[in-house]
C-alpha cells in the first residue's frame, strides 16, 4: 500500500508499505478521507517533539472498517467510521473529572501512532478504549465525516467561551477553522458573526461561503468592530489565528463581560503577549484556552454535520489522491484553499 511519511521537516516521502495488521483490541480500517489542517503544514516545516520518524501522518481520518483485532466487538467489515485524533488515557484524574482535553497523557493519530496519509491504517485499541471510534451516519460522506475532527475542536473553544444566543461574535482567521467557527456560532445561536482576516483573498474566499454578518479585512480591527457593535464591542472574540497581534487586538474590542477564546497557540519562540490586566479587570472579561478535543465532542460534531445544523460540503475545496499530498498540504499553507481532504 501507499503511505505519507515524515522523516524530518522537508522530507516526507510517498512510498510503499507493507499492509499493517491490527493487534488485539485494534480495529483495521480502509482510509476513504484523511483532510489536512494547518497542523500539517507545521509538521512539515518544523516536525513536532511527539512524532519519532518515521511516522504516517494525518488525523482528520474517515474510512471503512475491514478486519477486526482479536477481542473487538460491536464493529464489522465494511462499517463506516470516523476516528478521534486526540487519545485521552481515560483514567487520569483530568479524565476522570471529565476534563479529557487536557489530558497529561494524550496521544494522537498521526504523532504517536500512524496516521491517515495511508490506503490503510489501524485504530489502536486505546481509541476504543475511550469510545473514539464512530459511526458515520447514513447518507453523509466520507469526506464530510472527516471534518468532524477540527469541527470537535471548534466545539470545545465555543463551549468554553460560551458562544451562544445573542451574541455579537467576532472569528480572526478565515482559514477552513475560522470558517467553522462562523458555522457552529450560529447554529449556537449568535445574533451576528463577523470574520476577519489580513489576507483579502482568502477572507474573500471564505465569506463566499460562510457568508458572515461582515467580513473585516484591514489593521484597523478593533476600530471596525466597534463601529459594527455602535461602540459597544464584540461579546465573544475567537482568535483563529496563529498571531499575538490578535489576542491583544481581541482584549481591546471585548464587550463587558465578553468572553476571548485563544483558540489559535503562539509560535513557541514568541508566546508572550502584552495584556491590560486593568481591561480585563473593570470590564470582567473571560480569557480562555482552547486544546483539542474530547471523544465526546468528536461524537457530537458527527451528528452536527450529518445533521446540516453545520455544513461543510461546500468548505472543501481540493480532493487529491495520497500522490498528491505533497501538493495539499503546500495548498493549505498557501492559504488559496479552504478545506484539502486526501482520498488514499
Same mark, same amino acid.
Given at each position: 500500500?501507499?503511505?505519507?511519511?515524515?522523516?524530518?521537516?522537508?522530507d516526507?516521502?510517498?512510498e510503499?508499505?507493507?499492509?499493517?495488521?491490527?493487534?488485539? $483490541?485494534?480495529?483495521?480500517?480502509r482510509?476513504?478521507?484523511?483532510?489536512?489542517?494547518?497542523?500539517?503544514v507545521?509538521i512539515?516545516?518544523?516536525?513536532?517533539?511527539h512524532?519519532?520518524?518515521p511516522?504516517?501522518m494525518?488525523?482528520?481520518?474517515?474510512?471503512?472498517?475491514?478486519?477486526?483485532?482479536?477481542?473487538?466487538?460491536?464493529?464489522q467489515?465494511?462499517?463506516?467510521?470516523?476516528?478521534?485524533?486526540a487519545?485521552?488515557?481515560?483514567?487520569?484524574?483530568e479524565c476522570?473529572?471529565?476534563?479529557?482535553t487536557?489530558?497529561?497523557?494524550q496521544?494522537?493519530?498521526?504523532?504517536?501512532?500512524?496516521?491517515?496519509?495511508?490506503?490503510?491504517?489501524?485504530? @489502536?485499541?486505546?481509541?476504543?478504549?475511550?469510545?473514539?471510534?464512530n459511526r458515520?451516519? $447514513?447518507?453523509?460522506?466520507?469526506?464530510?465525516?472527516?471534518?468532524a475532527? @477540527?469541527?470537535?475542536?471548534?466545539l470545545?473553544?465555543?463551549?468554553?467561551?460560551?458562544i451562544g444566543?445573542?451574541?455579537?461574535?467576532?472569528?480572526i482567521?478565515?482559514?477552513?477553522?475560522?470558517?467553522?467557527h462562523?458555522?457552529?456560532?450560529?447554529?449556537?445561536?449568535? +445574533?451576528?458573526?463577523f470574520l476577519?482576516?489580513?489576507?483579502?483573498?482568502?477572507?474573500?474566499?471564505? +465569506?463566499?461561503?460562510?457568508?458572515?454578518?461582515?467580513?473585516?479585512?484591514?489593521?484597523d480591527?478593533?476600530?471596525?468592530?466597534?463601529k459594527?457593535t455602535?461602540?459597544?464591542?464584540a461579546d465573544?472574540?475567537v482568535?483563529a489565528?496563529?498571531?499575538g497581534?490578535?489576542q491583544?487586538?481581541?482584549?481591546?474590542?471585548?464587550?463587558?463581560?465578553?468572553?476571548?477564546?485563544f483558540?489559535g497557540?503562539?509560535?513557541?519562540?514568541?508566546?508572550?503577549?502584552?495584556?491590560?490586566?486593568?481591561?480585563?479587570?473593570y470590564?470582567?472579561?473571560t480569557i480562555?484556552?482552547?486544546?483539542?478535543s474530547s @471523544?465526546?465532542?468528536?461524537?457530537?460534531?458527527?451528528?452536527?454535520?450529518?445533521s446540516?445544523?453545520?455544513?461543510?460540503?461546500?468548505?472543501?475545496t481540493?480532493?487529491?489522491?495520497?500522490?498528491?499530498?505533497?501538493?495539499?498540504? +503546500?495548498t493549505?499553507?498557501?492559504?488559496?484553499a479552504?478545506?484539502?481532504t486526501?482520498e488514499?
Open positions: 500500500m501507499k503511505v505519507a511519511r515524515f522523516y524530518s521537516p522537508g516526507i516521502r510517498v510503499d508499505a507493507p499492509e499493517p495488521s491490527p493487534g488485539p $483490541g485494534d480495529v483495521k480500517i482510509v476513504r478521507n484523511c483532510s489536512t489542517c494547518g497542523t500539517d507545521k512539515s516545516k518544523f516536525g513536532h517533539h512524532i519519532r520518524p511516522r504516517v494525518g488525523h482528520e481520518i474517515a474510512g471503512e472498517v475491514v478486519e477486526l483485532g482479536e477481542g473487538v466487538t460491536g464493529w467489515p465494511g462499517d463506516r467510521v470516523q476516528v478521534i485524533a487519545i485521552p488515557d481515560g483514567t487520569c484524574e476522570r473529572r471529565g476534563r479529557m487536557v489530558c497529561p497523557n496521544e494522537s493519530m498521526g504523532y504517536h501512532y500512524d496516521g491517515g496519509f495511508a490506503e490503510y491504517t489501524i485504530v @489502536p485499541a486505546k481509541v476504543l478504549a475511550v469510545d473514539g471510534l458515520i451516519p $447514513g447518507g453523509l460522506g466520507f469526506a464530510e465525516a472527516s471534518v475532527e @477540527p469541527l470537535a475542536c471548534v470545545n473553544g465555543q463551549e468554553l467561551a460560551r444566543k445573542g451574541d455579537d461574535v467576532v472569528i482567521g478565515a482559514g477552513p477553522i475560522g470558517c467553522l462562523v458555522r457552529l456560532a450560529r447554529a449556537r445561536g449568535a +445574533a451576528r458573526v476577519a482576516d489580513l489576507n483579502p483573498d482568502r477572507l474573500a474566499m471564505s +465569506a463566499e461561503r460562510v457568508r458572515p454578518d461582515a467580513a473585516i479585512h484591514g489593521t480591527l478593533i476600530d471596525q468592530v466597534l459594527l455602535d461602540g459597544r464591542g465573544a472574540i482568535t489565528a496563529a498571531s497581534a490578535a491583544e487586538a481581541a482584549l481591546q474590542m471585548a464587550a463587558r463581560q465578553g468572553r476571548v477564546s483558540f497557540g503562539l509560535p513557541k519562540d514568541n508566546p508572550v503577549i502584552a495584556c491590560d490586566s486593568n481591561l480585563v479587570h470590564r470582567e472579561l480562555v484556552g482552547a486544546n483539542g @471523544p465526546d465532542h468528536n461524537k457530537r460534531a458527527l451528528e452536527l454535520i450529518a446540516d445544523a453545520v455544513p461543510v460540503a461546500d468548505l472543501i481540493h480532493r487529491l489522491p495520497l500522490d498528491d499530498v505533497l501538493d495539499g498540504i +503546500a493549505v499553507a498557501a492559504g488559496t479552504i478545506k484539502v486526501i488514499p
